[in-house]
Nanobody, 123 residues
């Protein structure tokens, strides 16, 4: 059974950094793409970043380009989201998701989801 567990969220001041981790278990994930999404209160879930199964292809939402970086460690079945220069509008619950083969910016393409980790950015 596939399980995704996010960690690394917390409270940080604007301009600060956090690194989120997503630990995957339940199968071999070397052929799976991963994505990070976020959802703020009263808003729809939105795409943040995605990475291909080999890690050679990444994509980002315009709102986080140049500030966030997605990476993966296939040996550890872990995906990371490095978040720098955080803004108050980055406050949300961040979710990790996975799907067979490539990453995608559409949440509908993902089969498995974690429970999320809260990121709160204070001014």
């Amino acid at each position: 059974q596939v399980q995704l567990v996010e960690s690394g969220g917390g409270l940080v001041q604007a301009g600060g950094s956090l690194r989120l981790s997503c630990a995957a278990s339940g199968r071999t994930f070397s052929n799976y793409g991963f994505g990070w999404f976020r959802q703020a209160p009263g808003k729809e879930r939105e795409f943040v970043a995605a990475i291909s199964w080999r890690g050679g292809s990444t994509s980002y939402a315009d709102s986080v380009k140049g500030r966030f970086s997605i990476s993966r460690d296939n040996a550890r079945d872990t995906v990371y989201l490095q978040m720098n220069s955080l803004k108050t509008q980055d406050t949300a619950v961040y979710y990790c998701a996975t799907r067979f083969m490539g990453g995608s910016s559409s949440y509908k393409d993902y089969n498995y989801w974690g429970r999320g980790t809260q990121v709160t950015v204070s001014s």
